[in-house]
């Protein structure tokens, strides 16, 4: 009886072995994910995990509902010694990626063994998502998270902006130009929101000079500009939008404005940097006495921090900075943001150190039922746990899609093979 079950155990793992070897030398043996219903990603081998490819989907039947794009998503390990830009072209083709009238169709094939993606595009669409675009944006959105084996996120970005530049070339009649539309109100705006950002950042740092307050202080009135802009941006948005509305209609030379808010943005970020770190590490007296202090090195600090502090400063959500007189008998500790960002305060201890420990999907959603997530949480302080439940969109059935639920199919697009691929 244990002879059989060790067996069975060694079956099943050679099994799954196997699984993950499984190399798809022909078109016709990479699933279609159009014999499921109206879906765009085949990822047989579950690379990526339940939650993750859910998510991609609803992405991707998003772009179709919005512009009718088809983009099929392959995440396989291999495919033996076949070329895989030939391969992806010869897949694209078979499938019939994009809408027949259109040629809007997108094919993103990644291989784990070859450590290789490649991109596709119909003939709609590749005078705008050119070879070169392509390759820009696999190395500037995808490949560096590939490298750390977080291919759900290098995705999600880099589908996310080959969308971007495709819709922006979009004309009227639903064509890719190579050349987009003009948005002079738009930029505008931006321009706008720029502007008054750098005017906030200018009227900080010369007002620091103006004012007698603390080092620490003034370091806290940088920090907002640096870090927490983005709770007013919404706001400055809305009197950009105002501005730009306002000034519609007069000529605007936006290379040079747009030259010049450059030079300024450069200009405050690093006035802001160096000014950060000169009132960080600025001398100090102590509030009480007046005696001069000196900060204590790493080693030093932490007796005169408590332990959830030394946990923040461990996992980098806080950082801290202890000065003390000659004689030890003042300390002053002065809290800084860390460069942690996935940490929030724990309910229990009142420390930055709660986190996202695990995210199960417990039932996937359906076109008929919203779908549910578990995710769990834990303080890497006093390891305080709880979970909460979040609830996944229904699926939408794309205008586009045929009514029956039994399958479905590609719009019949074409490819010549243009595109761009990248190795990481």
């Known amino acids: 009886m244990f002879s059989t079950k060790i067996h069975l155990l060694i079956l099943s793992i050679t099994l799954c072995l196997g699984q993950l070897r499984a190399q798809y030398t022909t078109v016709q043996s990479i699933p279609d994910p159009k014999q499921r219903g109206n879906f765009f990603v ?3 081998l579950n690379i990526i995990n339940a939650e993750e490819e859910q998510e991609l989907e609803q992405k991707l039947q998003q772009i179709e509902r919005e512009s009718t794009i088809e983009i099929a998503l392959v995440i396989i390990n291999s495919i033996g010694n076949n070329n895989p830009k030939s391969f992806a072209t010869d897949l694209f083709n078979y499938w019939g990626v994009g809408k027949a009238s259109k040629d809007n169709g997108l094919l993103i094939l990644v291989l784990i063994e070859e450590r290789r993606i490649e991109f596709i595009t119909g003939y709609g669409i590749n005078q705008v ?5 392509c390759v820009d944006i696999q190395q500037s959105y995808i490949i560096s998270h590939f490298k750390q084996e977080d291919y759900a996120r290098g995705l999600d970005r880099g589908i996310s902006e080959a969308y971007r530049v495709l819709n922006a070339s979009r004309d009227a009649d639903g064509v890719y ?10 930029e505008q705006i931006l ?3 720029i502007s008054i950002w750098v005017l906030i950042s200018l009227s900080t740092i010369f007002s620091n000079f103006l004012v007698k307050k603390e080092p620490y202080e003034k370091y806290k009135r940088l920090d907002f500009v640096a870090n927490d802009f983005w ?11 105002g501005i730009g509305l306002w000034f519609s209609g007069y000529p605007l030379n936006h290379q040079i404005y747009g030259t010049i808010s450059l030079a300024l943005v450069l200009i405050c970020i690093y006035s802001i940097v160096a000014l950060r770190s000169h009132y960080r590490h600025a001398k100090r007296n102590c509030p009480k006495t007046g005696k001069p202090m000196a900060i204590l090195d790493e080693s030093e600090e932490d007796e005169y921090l408590a332990k959830g502090q030394v946990t923040e400063e461990r996992i980098k959500s806080k950082q801290y900075d202890v000065w003390a007189t000659h004689d030890k008998t003042e300390v002053l500790v002065l809290q800084y943001k860390g460069t942690a960002r996935k940490y929030s305060t724990c309910s229990k201890c009142s420390y930055t150190t709660n986190y996202l420990r695990n995210s199960v999907v417990t039932s996937r959603a359906t076109y008929t039922s919203t779908g549910s997530k578990r995710q769990d949480y834990e303080c890497k302080h006093c390891h305080h746990k709880y979970s909460k439940t979040v609830t996944l969109p229904m699926l939408v059935e794309s205008s586009s899609s045929s009514s029956s639920s039994s399958g479905g199919s590609w719009g019949g697009g074409s490819s010549g093979g243009s595109g761009g691929g990248s190795s990481w």
């Open 42 to 44: 085949s990822n047989p």
């Open 177 to 186: 130009r190579a050349q987009p539309k003009p948005t002079s109100r738009i």
């Open 129 to 133: 998502l050119t070879d070169q675009k």
């Open 191 to 193: 321009l706008l929101v």
């Open 231 to 241: 709770v007013i941006l919404p706001i400055l948005f809305i009197i950009g939008s």
